[in-house]
């Protein structure tokens, strides 16, 4: 027998199958939503992740002076190291925070809002992260790190789930993949910024956190033109008026009653804190959810880029490897693209498979060139590092990149939705961490063993995908509620 919020997470779900009979068509008012979203947040989540690797010496041997001229002594290489870490991970911690009251102020304050108010947390984060060099104080940098970390987390629950409300059924996957899309855009950007002859040296190094200012502006122009999430403003502001209006312009047509009923039956379903998601019903789709987007973190994507540097390095020269290293983040971008039409066209599921299956080949190609490199044999075999690389950045660009992040909110109705987004972006954050502390050790450990652990995680990931995850593709919640209960083990 099943929960009252299991029968009411269905009786809606059988109405949005049935009763809404909307254009599926791509308005411009629709386009400009997404593209003030996806430019405006999703691109600065990206260029932070990427923007302090390719100036990382200057950066760490500038944390070196700081300490100097604070603390009177030279750090010892063990501190300086430390600090260095600190400094990046702090992003991640920054997520976790920002993961955590993500799910909160979508309901709260709504998705709209939110993403407006951000732009303040950015405006603060970058002074604090460009004056630090000025005033000799590298915490200024690492306070900079944490709050645009927060930003990050709450965008990455946020911005998803924002542009799947506004999205007609048959184009979530391609208007959602967008986000991931802009920051692979974003993180390519930010290495090209990073290069020494732009803002890669020791006295440009802080003007790379400005750059992020400009879509921070674009949005602070554009986001207000937007409309709020409908749902949001049916289920929470109780505005059913002015969310029928928005969706004529959405959807480009003047029949959306069907659309507003379905959201209204919405209404009665039980809404769902994060506590409530480990609970009956509700535990196996979040745990679904959460578990993909773990798996995606930890099939060793950071680590294939980290191992992509040394290895174009021994192949092309250190000067060459820097330009090989943004001709793997383009091929990424392309593939990225393709995505989108591949996910609308095949469904969720084929490109995830694809994707993990693809990936955990090339990592068993990474494992041999590495350990083969590592005892001396063929030359060839640095070869095989190369081209494996290569793999694994297509295959993870065609599903596991991007599907994860909108996975979630096709598993869970609107009130669900936002509290569902958030431990899936908390996961996000929490694995990014773990890889970003943890790789070096491993690597340290394990050597070139280390890929056998990449490709057992997306061996497990493509069986996940296999035998647990439901299609969503063009399907109400009910049926989707349905796949999952099927293929559930117990």
């Known amino acids: 027998m099943r929960s009252k919020s299991a029968t009411s997470y269905s009786s809606y779900s059988d109405l949005t199958s049935s009763s809404i009979g909307r ?29 302090i690797n390719a100036p990382s010496k200057v950066i760490s041997k500038w944390i070196n002076e700081s300490h100097v001229h604070n603390f009177g002594r030279e750090p ?33 304050v709504g998705r709209k809002k939110t993403l407006l ?9 970058t002074a604090a992260m460009v004056t630090a060099k000025y005033v000799r104080f590298y915490p200024l940098l690492m306070l900079g790190r944490l709050l645009i970390g927060i930003h990050a987390g709450v965008v990455a629950a946020v911005v998803p789930l924002y542009i799947v409300e ?49 879509p921070a502006l674009f949005q602070l122009v554009t986001l207000p033109f937007c409309p709020e999430s409908p749902k949001f403003k049916v289920l929470v502001e109780k505005k059913d008026d002015a969310a029928e209006k928005d969706l004529r312009l959405l959807r480009g047509e003047d029949d959306v009653l069907g659309e507003i009923d379905a959201i209204l039956a919405e209404a009665s379903a039980e809404k769902v804190g994060v506590c409530a998601l480990f609970q009956g019903f ?26 992509s540097t040394r290895i174009f390095e021994e192949t092309l020269g250190e000067a060459n490897a820097i330009y090989a290293t943004l001709a793997v983040g383009g091929v990424n971008v392309v593939l990225t693209t393709v995505s989108i039409f591949l996910i609308d066209r095949f469904g969720r599921r084929p490109p995830l498979l694809f994707g993990f299956a693809g990936m955990a080949l090339s990592s068993f190609g990474m ?15 640095i070869y095989l590092g190369v081209g494996s690389i290569v793999v694994f950045v297509i295959c993870f660009a065609i599903g596991p990149g991007s599907i994860p992040f909108f996975y979630v909110t096709e598993l869970f109705g609107t009130k669900q939705r936002a509290s569902a987004s958030a431990v899936v972006a908390l996961t996000n954050w929490v694995f990014a ?58």
């Not at 290489?77 to 102020?105: E, K, P, R, Y």
């Not at 108010?117 to 984060?125: D, K, Y």
Request: net charge positive.
């Open 23 to 51: 254009s599926e068509s791509l308005t411009p008012r629709l386009l400009f939503a997404v593209a003030s979203v996806a430019v405006g947040s999703s691109f600065q989540l990206g260029f932070h992740i990427g923007c």
């Open 76 to 108: 010892s290489a063990l501190v300086n190291d430390a600090l260095w870490s600190v400094t990046v991970s702090l992003f991640a911690v920054g997520g976790i925070l920002g993961a955590l009251i993500s799910g909160w102020l979508a309901d709260s």
């Open 117 to 125: 108010a951000l732009n303040g947390v950015v405006g603060v984060a």
């Open 166 to 214: 506004l999205s007609p059924r048959s184009r979530r996957g391609a208007l959602a993949s967008v986000h991931q899309l802009m920051i692979t855009v974003a993180i390519l950007v930010s290495q090209v910024f990073g290069l020494p002859q732009l803002f890669g040296s020791e006295s440009r190094w802080p003007f790379i956190f400005v750059v992020p200012m400009i």
């Open 282 to 307: 509700y535990r196996w789709p979040t745990l679904l959810a959460a578990t993909l987007m773990a798996a995606q973190q930890l099939s060793g994507i950071n680590a294939v880029v980290f191992y």
């Open 367 to 381: 494992l041999g060139s590495s350990l083969a490199t590592t005892y001396g044999q063929a030359h060839w075999c």
């Open 433 to 490: 961490f773990v890889v970003g502390v943890g790789f070096l050790p491993l690597q340290n450990l394990f050597h070139g063993y280390v890929f056998f652990i990449f490709a057992y995680i997306c061996t497990f990931g493509f069986v996940l995908g296999f035998v647990y995850l439901p299609e969503t593709k063009n399907r109400s919640l009910k049926d989707v509620e349905q796949d999952m209960e099927r293929r559930k083990p117990c």
